[in-house]
């Protein structure tokens, strides 16, 4: 694997060790810890400080606005069904070294070949397959076709999107395999796959994007995307 750039937040890292993130978001940050020395390191410095002192003086060392999404993250969900929702663990992933194409965390959800992933269409070539969770955040794999775009878009809540094939680049930057970019409500873009190989990403949203023009609009319910 490329060397990876994007990392996880802080109020994303926070949540999943505290186990107050939705399943969709848990599984995300699971398979970027996976694959990621660097934030794997930063699990274990969280996961060392300890339940008190997280909550007593982490928020105060945090900016305001992870903070506030840390917040909006834990208002916007159910907590029954939360608490409910399995800790999936970060097992280290060497996709060099292993026979799978499919990071640990995420076999159990879609099997250890992604060639044999089931997609559907979406439209403009890109495909998308979407994954059994609870349903406090939407999670799915979706297939760009190289060089093909995903329709412009904002987001209404927060969107995880962690690449697992290719690549792609939007208004805000170029992202590879192992990236994963956290988009919330200020940001607008539209994702573009990298010309020579077919981009594969993980994409979870705990509300419904928010599309630019009419035609994805009418299709939406139908792609509960
Ligand atoms: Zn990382
Ligand atoms: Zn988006």
Redesign the pocket.
């Known amino acids: 694997m490329t060397e ?1 750039r994007h ?2 937040t802080d109020a994303l890292m926070i949540g999943y060790c505290a186990g107050t993130l939705p399943e969709g978001f848990n599984l995300v940050v699971a398979t ?2 996976s694959l ?1 020395d ?2 794997r390191a930063r699990m274990h410095e969280f996961e060392s400080v300890g339940g008190e002192i997280l909550a007593d003086e982490l928020p105060q060392a945090m900016s305001d606005q992870s903070l506030s999404d840390t917040l909006d993250m834990i208002e916007a969900g159910d907590i029954a069904e939360q608490a409910a929702s399995a800790y999936i663990r970060p097992e280290t992933t060497n996709l060099a070294q292993s026979s799978s194409n499919v990071p640990l965390p995420l076999q159990d959800y879609i099997g250890s070949d992604l060639d044999k992933v089931k997609w559907r269409k979406v439209g403009g070539g890109v495909k998308q397959a979407i994954l059994k969770t609870s349903k406090t955040a939407s999670v799915r794999l979706l297939h760009i076709p190289a060089g093909a775009a995903v329709p412009d878009h904002g987001h209404r809540g927060t969107e995880l999107t962690l690449v697992l094939q290719g690549a792609f680049s939007d208004e805000t930057d170029r992202f590879g395999a ?1 990236d ?1 970019e956290v988009a919330n409500e200020d940001l607008n873009h539209q994702p573009v796959a990298e010309a020579g190989v077919d981009c594969i990403c993980l994409a979870a949203t705990d509300a419904p994007l928010r599309f630019n023009s009419w035609i994805p609009r009418i299709a939406q319910p139908f792609l509960r995307i």
Do not use: D, N, S, V
Request: aromatic letters at 0%.
């Open positions: 990876i990392h996880l970027h810890i990621c660097e934030c192992g994963i």
